[in-house]
């Protein structure tokens, strides 16, 4: 069978590190791939063609760029090899998705309807955000403001600086723990007198001297100019305010996987919301629907991570599309 008119070989879904690697891959395996790569979004958290590196300024552990690289310098470059070999690029948003029929049916935000023989879904997972005034300001412009202890703890600013981390479940402890080999101290700010973290997990900042529990607090704005200098706290039961110093603000308060699109089309999520796939495989419970980066990866969470779930989907694809002989 080759591909029937009018129907796409392979449609990603999603333009971060998974979906361009797998833009890359697919379009070197002569599938002519289509790439809809969302468009920008304020809410609930920002969300960008390109991805979630397209809010950080400084990317120093991706392999190839021992200088390091602006996140949307290096986005543009992987859109750029993608766009080489041949990828088609539709800019809108997937809102849903009918995979009961095929060719499979998806549905754009510019009212087109896209028929494919095999997707992948590469549309990430949304570091939340606290929402406040000048958070994304700085976050956006190298201020001192992160998502991400383990893609930013290591940057030259933070070392044996005051820091904070705001959360109480695992992730915060694990990158507040994190984040104590490089800083002189850091806050861990949450807004009740317990942590919900697990009891192991706890025990790594409780334990940790470099570690201190800022209790029944809630950071109402982050102070600086071109780089964080402090935060405004209130205390949840008093109301009364004070200014922390600190030099870095991480917020840990988790991750929303991009799946709104999904709701009713019968992929299989994970207990945390994450689209699950089959051992070892890019493969979703749904036969011809593939799955990669942080959409499907609640581990990990890095760009090169993300890179190489792509180029596992976009494999797993041609394989799939030449054992159903579509060519
Ligand atoms: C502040 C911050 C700093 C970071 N720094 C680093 C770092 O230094 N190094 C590192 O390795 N990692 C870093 N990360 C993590 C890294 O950004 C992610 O692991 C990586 O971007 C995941 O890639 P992805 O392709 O899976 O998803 P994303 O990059 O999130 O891309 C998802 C894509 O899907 C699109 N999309 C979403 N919904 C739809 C839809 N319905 N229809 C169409 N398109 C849609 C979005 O527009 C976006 O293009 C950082 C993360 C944050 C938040």
């Known amino acids: 069978m080759t591909a029937s008119h009018g129907v796409e070989k392979l449609v990603i879904i999603g333009s971060g590190p998974a979906g361009w690697t797998a833009a890359i891959y697919g379009a070197r395996a002569n599938l002519s791939p289509r790439a809809i790569i969302g468009v920008p979004a304020a809410n609930p958290a920002p969300v960008l063609p390109g991805g979630q590196l397209m809010l950080t300024t400084e990317v120093e552990n991706y392999p190839g760029f021992p200088h390091g690289v602006s996140g949307p310098e290096m986005m543009a470059l992987f859109q750029q090899q993608a766009e080489r070999f041949g990828t088609r690029i539709t800019n809108a948003d997937v809102t849903r998705c009918d995979f009961s029929q095929r060719p499979f049916v998806i549905e754009t935000s510019e009212g087109e309807t896209v028929r494919a023989h095999a997707v992948i879904i590469a549309t990430g997972a949304t570091a939340n955000w606290l929402g406040l005034p000048n958070e994304l300001r700085l976050a956006m412009n190298g201020g001192g403001v992160s998502a991400c202890a383990v893609c930013d703890g290591a940057l030259p600013a933070y070392r044996d600086q005051p820091l904070a981390v705001v959360g109480g479940g695992d992730t915060a402890m694990e990158e507040a723990s994190y984040l104590t ?42 102070v600086g100019d071109a780089f964080i200098e402090g935060l ?59 799955a990669a980066g942080d959409v499907a990866d609640a581990v990990y969470r890095q760009a090169i991570t993300a890179s190489g779930m792509g180029c596992q989907a976009a494999i797993d694809a041609e394989r799939w599309l030449a054992e159903h002989g579509i060519h």
């Open 181 to 222: 080999k490089f800083a002189s101290k850091v806050y861990v700010i949450h807004r009740r007198d317990s942590f919900r973290a697990s009891k192991a997990m706890q025990a790594r900042i409780l334990d940790n001297p470099k570690a201190e529990p800022v209790w029944n607090s809630v950071v109402v704005d982050v």
């Open 232 to 290: 405004i706290l209130e205390d949840v039961y008093t109301k009364a305010r004070r200014t922390l110093p600190v030099k870095g603000l991480f917020i840990a308060i988790g991750h929303s996987p991009a799946t709104k699109f999904l709701e009713g089309c019968g992929i299989e999520f994970d207990d945390k919301g994450y689209v699950m796939l089959r051992t070892r495989s890019s493969r979703t419970n749904i036969d011809g629907v593939f």
